[in-house]
């Protein structure tokens, strides 16, 4: 333990929690000496008792008694429950704290009352969330505390009240030193609260963005933005929010979110399996006229004065990344033949956006009724996948994950037509898979689903800053982290 001080101290953190129920009770006065003693930075001193989470099953006098021989050694400060007698406190400054596994309490407010009312130093209040909505009734109660306050909400849901606590003016956030040392559900390492988060950059004037997605943990967009806003200079963070599907789970965050105009909250960005619930949200008025046709937007731009947009950057950032290659305007992918394979979420932005500009599209899917309702509204044709051994097409655009990191073995195609000259892979992970390389070998163009994937995220940073994108940076994030996660 004092060791991971040491280390805690070496990886910039500015107080350590000291958690005695870790050790064996009862902890020796030397034990503790050796503990507490000279700290190598400010130290506060937590016994807690399985009742609250911890791992202290002893009897309670005896842990107070060790609690009480800690506060001699004179620690910053002291985590006491809420349910100790105010006559059993140690000495010195308390942070009188109040833990809920289960959930956000239905008497938040009375604790939160209780709290102030002590003559404890410091309020701190953590619950399990089940919405990142959770998060922003954390952030109310550092906001609503005449003391000191530190108020979680554990849990991936939660996350955001973590990274969010220091623009608030918050007592202080907890961070672990590495993964797989959380002392609770959700926490950030050190170094993802620093480097990934720009713990120490965030203050009020912090404009706030995220991600919605289930799951999200794995997504690289926190990445990416926030590198981004280093790099471009933006005072921004980017967090993000797990929101289990379904339209009452979304709706819930928005309206909490839009009920806080003090956040400071300017963007979203929207992933699976809310797409869809987002353009309903929105309302198709305030979307791009083309996503409204898609059905789904994966932006949301929320304006100071709460006004919501929608957009849709996978269309563009696709087309974009297509005629870019080609060196074409969009307009010159009129008449052109293009076979799209697949017929999901990005076959769909695509397919619209390639009828929007006048290709002959034909799409190819697994699930052919599939394939037909897509092009019956888009006016396309679609085929099984039986047909591809007929494949003509001058462009080929593969949305399946045929070929994905990991078997990345597999191509869609046995061999590519004689019409064809460009290819365009969707998957980003390989950014070279078996198609591109066919595609390589008989000299064709082709087009990694890398440079759509950074496009979509070029784009939403431009319609929520008023500044270029730093494209370089984010696609170097991309790329470092596709070659880690390998
Ligand atoms: P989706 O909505 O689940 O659709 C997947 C499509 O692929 C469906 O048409 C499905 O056919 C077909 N498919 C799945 N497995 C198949 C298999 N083993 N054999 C034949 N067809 C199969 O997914 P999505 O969101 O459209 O994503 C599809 C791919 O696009 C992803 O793998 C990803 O690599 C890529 N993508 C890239 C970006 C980017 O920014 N570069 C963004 C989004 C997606 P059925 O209809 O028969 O199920």
């Known amino acids: 333990m004092r060791a991971d001080m040491a280390r805690a101290a070496e ?42 989470g911890g791992r202290y099953d002893g009897d309670e006098p005896q842990r107070l008694a060790t609690l009480r021989e800690a ?17 059993e406190w140690p000495d010195g400054a308390v942070i009188l704290s109040h833990h809920d596994f289960a959930g956000l309490p239905a008497d938040l407010d009375a604790i939160v009352t209780r709290l102030e009312a002590s003559d404890a130093a410091v309020n701190k209040v953590a619950f399990a969330a089940e919405n990142p909505a959770d998060a922003l009734r954390a952030l109310d109660v550092v906001r609503a505390c005449r003391k000191p306050t530190i108020a979680l ?20 956030t907890f961070a672990s030193l590495h993964p797989g040392a959380q002392s609770a559900p959700g926490q950030p390492t050190i170094a993802e609260l620093k480097d990934l988060y ?40 980017y967090v993000p929010l797990r929101i289990e599907p379904g339209e009452a789970n979304f709706d819930r965050f928005m309206d909490a979110v839009l009920a806080r105009d003090w956040l400071g909250w300017r963007g979203l960005s929207v992933t699976i399996p809310h797409k869809e619930n987002a353009l309903a949200y929105v309302g198709a008025d305030n979307c791009d006229p083309l996503a409204g046709r898609i059905g789904a937007i994966n932006t949301i731009t929320i304006g100071p004065d709460g006004t919501l947009r929608g957009d849709n950057t996978d269309y563009a950032a696709a087309i974009d990344a297509l005629c870019n290659a080609m060196g074409i305007a969009r307009e010159a992918l009129a008449g052109r033949s293009v076979a799209v394979l697949g ?41 099984g996948l039986g047909e591809l051994a007929r494949l003509d097409a001058e462009i080929v655009i593969n949305c399946t994950p045929i070929g994905m990191h990991p078997k990345v073995d597999a191509s869609p195609l046995a061999a590519i037509g004689p019409s064809t000259k460009v290819v365009f892979d969707t998957i980003y992970n390989p950014i070279e898979t078996k198609l591109l390389r066919q595609a390589r070998d008989a000299g064709l163009i082709g087009v990694s689903g890398l440079e759509m994937f950074v496009n979509q995220a070029v784009a939403q940073f431009e319609m929520w800053n008023s500044v270029p994108a730093p494209r370089e940076t984010m696609r170097e994030v991309v790329l470092a982290r596709l070659s880690e996660g390998r």
Not at 23 to 48: C, E, G, M
Not at 158 to 169: D, E, M, N, V, Y
Not at 371 to 377: D, I, K, V
Request: glycine share 10%; hydrophobic share 45%.
């Open 11 to 52: 990886l910039g953190a500015d107080m350590v929690e000291c958690r005695l129920d870790y050790l064996p009770h009862p902890v020796s006065q030397a034990d503790l000496r050796k503990l507490l003693a000279n700290p190598p930075l400010d130290v506060i001193v937590t016994d807690r008792p399985r009742r609250e």
């Open 71 to 87: 506060a001699e050694f004179a620690p910053s400060a002291i985590d006491v429950e809420i349910d100790t007698p105010r006559d």
């Open 153 to 172: 909400a554990m849990g991936e849901a939660g996350i955001a009240s973590r990274i969010l606590a220091g623009k608030f003016g918050a007592y202080g």
């Open 198 to 237: 720009r713990w120490d950059s965030i203050g009020p004037a912090t404009k706030v963005f995220g991600v919605i997605g289930c799951p999200v943990a794995h997504s690289m967009s926190p990445a990416i933005h926030n590198a981004a806003f280093t790099a471009a200079r933006v005072d921004g963070v």
């Open 343 to 383: 017929a999901g979420g990005a076959a769909r932005a695509i397919v619209a956006a390639l009828a929007h500009y006048g290709a002959e599209t034909t799409i190819f899917n697994r699930t052919v009724k599939r394939g037909e309702r897509l092009a019956g509204q888009f006016g396309c044709r679609a085929v």
